[in-house]
């Protein structure tokens, strides 16, 4: 009889903890298929250590609207040869065309003293010492706010050239490599010479992948293979970039505007110059 009793208490010791193992197997089973859930959407789920990797964007110029708004958007995260230039459209296609030899070759000064002249019309304001700060590393600063450069400014322009190869292999990387690129150009260029510059890109790097973006005041949409086009109406204005580029690509999704910053405090940052 005793032996009978202590077998049921037993049962009823082992069922009822094994009702409670089964809720917690039940609880546990949730959450983890709750885990499994988010872990699909890394994007909806920023605590489970994961980064959406931003799109590579790259300058073609016309000016610094592209560099600069790509900065506010932190999209600009190394600095390429286009950033700080003004680069009529013969000059980006020449300095391409042959790889850039004769870059900073014959130089003169702009007739109002605050910019470089190239031997392929490439306009550098923003790379030399000036009246207000006549000191500066050449070499490593990203950006010198535009103003009357300084007569000594040939003494700089070894270090200047020196920071252009680097930027300009960097470029050549970046084009040569497997990555998407998205290159943005500010300028009213007409659809034909849109069609050109993205022809002879293609022809140029047959084996890149990447889609041409025009930035101009041309509301009408054009509709081409391989180019996108919006409409801005502001040289600095990273909210509207924001908005059209969202609505351009599901890769802009994710993309911020630098909160609290002026277009000129926005110049100086980015990892390799």
């Given at each position: 009889?005793?032996k009978?009793?202590?077998?049921n208490?037993?049962?009823?010791?082992?069922?009822?903890?094994?009702i409670?193992a089964?809720n917690?197997?039940?609880?546990?089973?949730?959450g983890?298929?709750?885990?499994?859930?988010?872990a699909?959407h890394?994007?909806k789920?920023p605590?489970n250590g994961?980064?959406?990797?931003?799109?590579?964007?790259?300058?073609?110029?016309?000016?610094?609207?592209?560099a600069?708004?790509?900065r506010?958007?932190?999209?600009?995260?190394?600095?390429?040869?286009?950033?700080?230039?003004i680069s009529?459209?013969?000059?980006?296609?020449?300095g391409?065309q042959d790889d850039?030899?004769?870059l900073?070759?014959?130089?003169?000064l702009?007739?109002d003293?605050k910019?470089?002249i190239?031997?392929?019309?490439?306009?550098f304001?923003h790379?030399w010492?000036?009246?207000?700060?006549?000191?500066?590393?050449?070499?490593?600063t990203d950006?010198?706010t535009?103003s009357?450069?300084?007569n000594?400014?040939k003494?700089?322009?070894?270090?200047?050239?020196e920071?252009?190869?680097?930027?300009?292999?960097?470029f050549k990387?970046?084009?040569l490599?497997?990555?998407?690129?998205?290159?943005?150009?500010?300028?009213?260029?007409t659809?034909?010479q849109?069609?050109?510059?993205?022809?002879?890109l293609s022809?140029?790097?047959?084996?890149l992948?990447?889609?041409?973006?025009?930035?101009?005041?041309?509301?009408?949409?054009?509709?081409?293979?391989?180019?996108k086009?919006f409409?801005?109406?502001?040289?600095h204005?990273?909210k509207?970039w924001?908005?059209?580029?969202k609505q351009?690509s599901?890769e802009?999704?994710?993309?911020?505007?630098?909160?609290d910053?002026?277009?000129?405090?926005?110049y100086?940052?980015?990892?390799?110059?």
């Amino acid at each position: 009889m005793i032996k009978k009793k202590l077998m049921n208490t037993l049962f009823v010791f082992f069922l009822q903890n094994s009702i409670i193992a089964i809720n917690i197997t039940a609880i546990n089973s949730q959450g983890i298929r709750s885990d499994f859930k988010n872990a699909n959407h890394p994007h909806k789920n920023p605590t489970n250590g994961q980064r959406v990797k931003k799109p590579l964007c790259i300058s073609l110029g016309r000016g610094c609207s592209p560099a600069l708004n790509l900065r506010s958007l932190k999209l600009r995260t190394a600095a390429y040869p286009f950033d700080w230039l003004i680069s009529p459209l013969t000059a980006l296609v020449n300095g391409l065309q042959d790889d850039f030899k004769h870059l900073l070759n014959n130089c003169k000064l702009r007739p109002d003293k605050k910019g470089v002249i190239d031997s392929y019309g490439f306009q550098f304001v923003h790379d030399w010492p000036t009246v207000n700060q006549p000191v500066i590393d050449a070499i490593n600063t990203d950006f010198i706010t535009d103003s009357i450069i300084s007569n000594e400014w040939k003494k700089a322009l070894p270090q200047v050239k020196e920071k252009y190869r680097r930027r300009i292999e960097r470029f050549k990387n970046a084009c040569l490599g497997s990555e998407k690129i998205f290159f943005f150009r500010t300028d009213d260029m007409t659809k034909e010479q849109a069609v050109y510059l993205k022809t002879f890109l293609s022809n140029k790097f047959p084996s890149l992948n990447f889609i041409l973006i025009i930035v101009s005041h041309n509301k009408q949409s054009w509709q081409i293979d391989g180019i996108k086009n919006f409409q801005i109406s502001a040289f600095h204005d990273p909210k509207a970039w924001k908005k059209a580029l969202k609505q351009l690509s599901p890769e802009f999704d994710d993309i911020e505007v630098l909160q609290d910053k002026s277009y000129r405090e926005c110049y100086p940052l980015c990892n390799h110059y």
